[in-house]
């Protein structure tokens, strides 16, 4: 059964973005822990957007992969979550770039998205689980 979740590109990408999101979230929680640490750059998670790029590109990589020997599969490369530090400017007089408000906001949206990432999870679970015991 674990095979399955390897080979399914919905629970390869849900898997993903739930990585992202919980990479996301300690991003979060580590730049709201140093919001007084003078010279500290805040830092973000760079994903969706990645995604999105590799989902339009003609030319990202793509491999085919035979599931079955009469199938032929076709699967992209799924982006994976990376940590990247603002450079931009502060306000602030001891360089460090980070804005609370901003922050807590932005841990709360990735605090909505982790959960609904972990119930279409959940429902793709228990779909899974249906048909396995034939519908009952």
Do not use: C, W
Not at 30 to 46: D, E, W
């Amino acid at each position: 059964m674990m095979k399955i979740f390897q080979e399914d590109p919905t629970f390869r990408l849900l898997n993903s973005s739930l990585k992202a999101a919980s990479l996301r979230h300690n991003t979060i929680s580590n730049n709201i822990a140093n919001v007084n640490t003078p010279n500290y750059k805040r830092q973000l998670v760079s994903f969706e957007d990645q995604l999105k790029s590799n989902l339009k590109n003609e030319k990202s990589p793509v491999k085919l992969r035979r599931t079955h020997p009469r199938h032929i599969g076709l699967e992209k490369e799924i982006s994976q979550p990376q940590v990247i530090q603002d450079n931009s400017t502060s306000l602030r007089t001891d360089g460090n770039n980070v804005d609370i408000d901003m922050e807590v906001a932005l841990l709360n949206e990735n605090t909505m998205r982790y959960n609904t990432l972990a119930q279409i999870i959940s429902k793709k679970m228990s779909m899974l689980s249906s048909v396995i015991k034939g519908g009952r």
